[in-house]
């Protein structure tokens, strides 16, 4: 019974990431317990740990007393009872006596034992809370190790702990088979059922940090600094970064020669189409290369309510919009800026419509909403969303469909012709 009490001890201490001094203050703590339910109190016992092999020494100290004067058996023994454990003692002396697990009985030492487990399990438990928690941000690799609704469990590659990574953390396009690795970010290590759970994510914009600090020497040097990253996981990205060397151009370093730097982290993303831009405390310069690629022509601020009304030719509203409105939104994100774009007021299509021409199938004050955010003709509504032009009319969403409806067939009905 004993020597399965200590093999546990052992067992763990070779399984698990935990100090010595913190093992043997553990088995201590056991033992010393072990002690108090048997005799009332560890004052005068010594418990001798030996982290090399597991082995275990109890010792019962008491001064040795003349027979009679014995007035707490705790602290001391009769001189007649301490020769009985070895002749040569005397009195005023330390009477040692080694005690045996097997003394303690095997329903003692079986609580022991299990209480001995139990501690070492909540090391264990925090051991991993806190050696993930230290590493909240960093690159993590694992292995796919099981694959269940709403998550995917991974192996850490270095340490062998499970790790967790829920749908909501993975790209749209990712698709993982038992087996596969996986790389992403630790987001956060939080305690379910007092257990230590590790989310570990691939949307997160840490993530795409991180990869752009291992493809790219500058930033992990410190010469080149990423200031914001904002993202739709697996369709479009927005980086802005600043260099320090005015002999480096940020934009470069991170897009690498022929694209070689950026490419292999677009790969990982799914094809996530990154946009990396230098950037600059003039709001007005950097609202315009936030809407990359698209060109601008004028840029009004609004500071008070954070706004920006951005002018493009025609050509151009759809670049800046993006498609399902990604780019804008993405800008506006980056930025800081709520963006809305209009097109140049002086310019007009050969093959546009006046929006005054549908004053038959549109009412007047739906004619005036859409004017009042800058669409005159019928392709300068049709250039923008119908999420764009719910955010910035207060037209229903039934109104919206209608005109959209109307002014598409416009353009189908002469192309048909």
Not at 361 to 376: N, Q, T
Request: glycine share 6%.
């Amino acid at each position: 019974m004993g020597v399965n009490l200590v093999d546990t001890f052992s067992e763990f201490k070779n399984m698990k990431n935990i100090d010595r001094p913190t093992m043997v203050r553990v088995l201590e703590d056991v033992f010393r317990t072990l002690i108090k339910k048997k005799y009332g109190s560890d004052d005068n016992f010594d418990v001798i740990v030996n982290t090399n092999n597991g082995d275990l020494e109890l010792w019962r100290v008491r001064e040795i007393v003349h027979d009679g004067e014995v007035t707490d058996d705790r602290a001391q023994i009769s001189v007649s009872e301490a020769m009985n454990i070895d002749d040569d003692h005397e009195i005023g002396e330390e009477c040692y006596e080694q005690l045996f697990l097997e003394d303690f009985g095997r329903r003692s030492i079986m609580a022991a034992r299990q209480t001995l487990i139990s501690r070492i399990m909540e090391l264990e438990k925090d051991e991993v809370f806190k050696r993930y928690n230290e590493r909240v941000g960093d690159i993590i690799v694992g292995e796919v190790h099981q694959i269940l609704k709403r998550e995917i469990l991974i192996l850490d590659d270095a340490t062998g702990t499970e790790l967790v990574i829920p749908r909501n953390e993975m790209i749209k396009a990712d698709f993982f088979r038992k087996g596969d690795i996986v790389k992403g970010v630790i987001r956060s290590v939080e305690m379910k059922n007092n257990n230590p759970v590790v989310i570990v994510s691939r949307t997160d914009p840490k993530f795409l940090e991180k990869l752009m600090e291992q493809e790219v020497p500058e930033i992990e040097d410190g010469l080149i600094t990423i200031k914001k990253i904002v993202r739709i996981p697996g369709e479009r990205a927005k980086v802005a970064v600043e260099s320090y060397d005015d002999r480096i151009d940020p934009v470069g370093a991170c897009v690498g020669m022929k694209g070689s730097r950026i490419h292999g982290i677009v790969r990982e993303l799914k094809n996530e189409n990154i946009d990396i831009v230098n950037f600059t405390a003039n709001d007005t310069l950097f609202i315009q290369r936030a809407l990359t690629p698209a060109k601008v022509t004028n840029i009004d601020i609004d500071y008070e309510d954070k706004k920006a009304a951005v002018y493009l030719d025609s050509d151009q509203v759809s670049l800046a919009i993006g498609k399902g409105g990604t780019n804008i939104k993405l800008a506006s994100r980056l930025t800081g800026f709520e963006i809305d774009v209009y097109r140049n007021t002086d310019e007009f299509e050969v093959d546009d419509v006046d929006l005054d021409e549908f004053m038959d199938e549109l009412e007047g004050w739906v004619i005036d909403a859409l004017k009042g955010i800058g669409c005159d003709s019928a392709r300068s509504v049709l250039d923008l969303s119908k999420e764009e032009l719910l955010r910035r009319t207060d037209l229903e969403e039934e109104t919206v469909d209608e005109v959209l409806r109307i002014l598409a067939s416009e353009f189908d009905e002469d192309s048909s012709k």
